[in-house]
């Protein structure tokens, strides 16, 4: 069976989209054996975008093939239709090895947040309360995911900001959740306010929504290591995360701050790269990112 | 459309229209994303090779090899307007030019055989302007003399801007296997072209070429402005010539008539 990775943090701006982008060729690359999704839940669709490209996301978009089309179909307008039904294979144009990385997706648009919100309102209407919406949706996600789970080793999910309808389904139902974040003050402050929003349910305690399987894998994004305050702030979360409970696990491999991964988003949209050029001097970080990824998840639970 | 077929299909789709060349791993990501399934390399090779024998595509070596997109010809005209005019929509217009008024005014004497055939597409490939457009044979039977005359006519169509020197010189060069050769253009009335005329005339004096002006296919208005001077080929060259030109059917009529000629 396959995992599910989600790929998260309530702040804005700290690499969730990249990192998506890159585990997801990393792990193609790893084993051409094994099939990769990602599912886009952010209404930005930035990960749809850096996958298909232009014209097959606006082509997807066109032809309904999106989550927020699956969320309309299957609880607007109770269309018996399967999350796999929105799949599109062979999305990516990334090659390693003479193979083109086996990249599916379920792409996103800008609909989502709306689909979401109606969705919401049109079932507070019919007498739902918020946390009833929230297990509904988790149940759905359990439902749908089986399925996929069967054809794809990895099904990475790209989370929005914040927290909406799909992304804190798809929080809690992941095998394993990937929190990226910067090491800096305010990234840290957003990553004690999510982990303890999941995690420990301090905002809700009377919630009845599964918690993660596992605790939050940090992965230190955006890392400078030249600047004072970076050093520190992985220092300390080293410290916490080695810790004789530790409230989080952190990734020993750092994606550091660096102008191939800008330019790696856009060509891997517009050009038709090799894993390797593509990706540079990162190769072996993500590689090592990968092994910790894949060892995370035989952990049992 | 499944499996070879699907990929080929996708392959030229995708293929720039200008035969910009691509390469071939680009071309199979872009033809996995465009059918939404991975084609593997064997796949993608026997799709590319297939539509290479076809000629459909070019193959280009180095960084992985490169394939392009071969223009294939327009296909046949429809409808037929004067601006429209090419070489190939003439030809039945000169065809039956040939079998009827060009015949009467070689004025040849009653009992004579003449054979006409479109020839453009059968010989060699090789050699330069080896394929005239059309053939005439005609084979005629004297009233005193013992023989019979045999002369051929190759003729070179060409349409209205095609008109040229270089044109003449390849009625010219289909002398070696002929006895007169004629340049058949095509020049409506008030055409730009007419301004090539004189020109094209001389030089089909100089080499004692027939010049033979379409003016109006539809209407058959033929002009000949020149009659060819008979050229003294060797008669082994025409024999080659006819041999590996002429239909079988149309070898036949001419041996019949030979025979029915020698009987009498």
Redesign the interface.
């Known amino acids: 069976m396959g995992h599910v990775i989600a790929v998260a943090n309530m702040k804005g701006g700290v690499g969730k989209t990249a990192t998506v982008i890159m585990l997801s060729h990393a792990l193609a690359a790893d084993d051409s054996a094994k099939k990769v999704l990602i599912m886009d839940v952010d209404a930005q669709a930035s990960a749809s975008f850096c996958t298909?490209?232009d014209a097959?996301h606006t082509e997807l978009i066109e032809g309904g093939l999106t989550t927020d089309a699956f969320l309309e179909d299957f609880l607007a307008k109770n269309i018996d239709r399967t999350l796999a039904g929105y799949v599109?294979?062979?999305?990516?144009?990334?090659?390693h090895n003479?193979?083109?990385l086996?990249i599916s997706l379920i792409a996103s648009s800008p609909a989502l947040r709306n689909v979401e919100r109606g969705l919401i309102h049109a079932l507070t209407r019919s007498g739902y309360d918020m946390a009833r919406i929230e297990a509904e949706m988790c149940s759905i996600m359990v439902a749908h995911l089986g399925e996929l789970r069967r054809k794809y080793a990895y099904i990475l999910v790209d989370c929005a900001p914040g927290i909406s309808l799909m992304t804190e389904a798809a929080i809690r139902v992941a095998d394993l959740v990937v929190v990226p974040t910067i090491p800096d003050y305010l990234s840290v402050l957003g990553l004690n306010a999510f982990r303890r929003n999941v995690w420990n349910d301090l905002v809700d305690a009377d919630s009845k929504l599964p918690k993660p399987p596992r605790p939050a894998h940090v992965l230190i994004t955006r890392r400078r290591s030249n600047v004072n305050s970076h050093q520190q702030t992985v220092a300390s979360l080293s410290a916490q995360a080695q810790a004789r409970r530790p409230d989080f696990k952190l990734f020993r491999s750092m994606i550091p701050e660096a102008a191939v991964v800008p330019v790696a988003l856009e060509k891997t949209a517009t050009d038709?790269p090799l894993f390797l050029s593509l990706w540079g001097n990162l190769v072996p970080e993500l590689q090592s990112l990968v092994n910790e990824v894949k060892s995370a998840l035989s952990r049992r639970t | 459309m499944q499996g070879k077929d699907e990929f080929e299909d996708a392959l030229l789709e995708l293929l720039p229209s200008d035969g910009t060349p691509v390469l071939n791993r680009v071309m199979r990501v872009m033809m996995s994303k465009r059918i939404g399934r991975i084609i593997d390399a064997n796949a993608y090779v026997e799709a590319r090779d297939h539509l290479q024998q076809l000629g459909r595509i070019g193959v280009t070596r180095g960084q992985g090899g490169k394939v392009f997109l071969i223009a294939q010809p327009e296909p046949a005209e429809t409808t037929i307007t004067p601006e429209t005019w090419s070489e190939a929509a003439l030809m039945p217009f000169l065809g039956n030019y040939l079998s009827e008024a060009f015949q009467d005014e070689l004025d040849l004497p009653n009992g004579s055989t003449v054979v006409v055939q479109d020839v453009s597409r059968v010989g060699p490939r090789e050699g330069q302007w080896t394929r005239p457009d059309f053939l005439l044979v005609s084979l005629a039977r004297l009233m005193f003399m013992p023989q019979q005359q045999l002369d051929v006519h190759t003729f070179e169509l060409k349409a209205e801007y095609g008109g040229s020197v270089q044109s003449v010189h390849e009625a010219l060069a289909q002398t070696r296997f002929s006895h007169f050769g004629h340049l058949v253009w095509h020049l409506p009335e008030g055409s730009p072209t007419e301004a090539r005329l004189d020109e094209i005339e001389g030089q089909c004096a100089r080499h004692g070429i027939g010049l033979i002006l379409m003016r109006d296919p539809v209407a058959a208005r033929f002009e000949v402005r020149l009659g060819p001077v008979r050229h003294h080929t060797a008669a082994l060259d025409i024999d080659g010539f006819l041999v590996s030109r002429l239909s079988t059917d149309n070898q036949q009529v001419l041996k019949a008539a030979l025979r029915l000629g020698s009987a009498l």
């Open positions: 298909a490209g097959l599109r294979p062979a999305a990516s144009n990334v090659m003479g193979n083109v086996d038709f």
